[in-house]
């Protein structure tokens, strides 16, 4: 397993959004509502969950991932917290281990940034004031910007919440609802009609460079539609991301000449940067048949970065654990689907960029260690290749040197 196999393999990163498995090293210097978040395993106590009966809506009994369990899921939680998973229990066939993040924040980017290659060297800054969240200045800012004599909001909150009470108040005053959340965002909902879609995307896109400077880390637009007590937000959300301070394995794969696939959030992510190909989607449902059908159609040496975010967004913040547990239940038969598509000579990562540990208090991401599974497919099938703990970093190295790029940045290849 070297280089060599790598010309013309290809590479497929696979981000499945917030699947932790738990031990991360210095997870007692992080929160949710006010506790730390030791002992936090997101896979791992979904797995204790669906054994002991608790996670029946929608699904039934013990958790059932077939596919990365025989890569080694089961053994890559032991490994990276010590809790034997109940139902992932298979020997280990492929390459597994457990990768430990450095970076000081647990939240998209810097997961996906640094399994990319670059630690994140600064702290985010994060709105915490629940009310009032924004500075004077940076409100005004926001107003001249937007032509208005101020803005709605200014405060922590829910989505969908905010544009049920401030909806209304905006409409009639033409003012943006601004508002943040536990992440390192600014977000700006207006109505796409009235306020306009264009001009909501201009205005986030002007204050982007200000929030930036002050290490925020995205300004989203949140564009809505319909009348009073019946808003919905429409599918033209905008992310304006900070962007990645150095380059990324999607740069230097790109720079290599080598053709590059971004999936679901991967352009967002990475302020669209290195990137040949997006590829997105409504759901990932439509994220898996994308990323299906480029196990068909990719390139040669090409690179496939996919995101696959709806663990994360609808169970993980939500804490619904069944809902979680069937989300990874359908992703290990999809995934089951791709393996079979891959071609001698691809190198496949199934990764997460943090926890989410749906039984854990709070709303909010867990900081915990992330598997890392998979392997280079060769006619004998995938390889048994235990890579023990490593760092996200690697991730990228690893990548790098399967392509055979020149740089393979600051990890360590464990191919
Ligand atoms: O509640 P909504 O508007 O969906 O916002 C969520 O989306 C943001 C970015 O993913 C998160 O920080 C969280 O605030
Ligand atoms: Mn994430
Ligand atoms: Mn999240």
């Known amino acids: 397993m070297t280089a060599?196999?790598?010309?013309?393999?290809?590479a497929f990163l696979i981000v499945m959004d917030s699947a932790g498995i738990g031990g991360a090293p210095d997870a007692a210097r992080f929160f949710n509502d006010g506790m730390p978040d030791t002992g936090a395993n997101t896979i791992g106590h979904i797995a204790v969950e669906c054994a002991a009966g608790r996670a029946e809506t929608g699904r039934s009994g013990p958790l059932r991932m077939p596919t990365l369990d025989a890569l080694g899921l089961g053994a890559a939680i032991r490994l990276a917290s010590g809790l034997a998973a109940p139902g992932l229990d298979a020997t280990p066939q492929g390459l597994w281990g457990a990768a430990t993040e450095v970076s000081r924040g647990k939240d998209t980017p810097s997961g996906h940034w640094e399994l990319a290659g670059v630690p994140v060297p600064w702290d985010w800054h994060y709105f915490r004031a629940p009310?009032?969240?924004?500075?004077?200045d940076l409100a005004a800012l926001v107003a001249r910007v937007a032509g208005?004599?101020?803005?709605?909001?200014?405060c922590h909150a829910p989505g969908t919440a905010i544009i049920e009470s401030l909806g209304a108040e905006h409409l009639r005053t033409g003012w943006p609802i601004c508002y943040t959340s536990a992440d390192s965002v600014f977000q700006i909902a207006a109505h796409e009609e009235r306020f306009g879609l264009d001009r909501l995307l201009q205005l986030c896109r002007e204050i982007a460079p200000e929030l930036h400077r002050m290490r925020v880390?995205?300004?989203i637009a949140r564009p809505f539609v319909g009348e009073p007590g019946h808003f919905i937000r429409t599918p033209n959300r905008r992310d304006f991301a900070i962007a990645p301070p150095a380059a990324t394995i999607l740069d230097r794969a790109q720079a290599a000449?080598?053709?590059t696939h971004?999936?679901?959030?991967?352009?967002?992510i990475f302020s669209h940067r290195g990137i040949d190909h997006l590829h997105k989607g409504k759901d990932d449902a439509a994220l898996m048949d994308h990323l299906i059908r480029l196990a068909d159609e990719a390139g040669p040496g090409s690179l496939t970065f996919a995101n696959f975010v709806e663990f994360d967004s609808l169970y993980g913040h939500r804490r619904d654990v069944a809902g979680y547990a069937r989300a990874l239940e359908w992703f290990d038969g999809r995934a089951g689907e791709f393996m079979a598509r891959l071609r001698p000579g691809d190198l496949a990562i199934f990764t997460a960029d943090h926890g989410n540990d749906p039984t854990f208090t709070g709303t909010d991401h867990t900081r915990e260690r992330v598997p890392v599974l998979g392997g280079i497919v060769s006619s004998a099938g995938i390889g048994l290749n235990p890579v023990g703990q490593?760092?996200?970093v690697d991730v990228a190295a690893s990548v790098a040197a399967h392509l055979g790029l020149p740089d393979q940045g600051p990890g360590r290849s464990f191919l």
């Open 217 to 219: 880390g995205r300004v």
């Open 390 to 392: 490593v760092g996200y």
């Open 4 to 10: 060599d196999s790598g010309l013309a393999g290809r």
């Open 262 to 268: 971004a999936i679901g959030k991967i352009g967002d």
């Open 131 to 136: 009310v009032n969240s924004f500075p004077p």
């Open 257 to 259: 000449g080598r053709a």
């Open 148 to 154: 208005t004599e101020g803005i709605l909001g200014n």
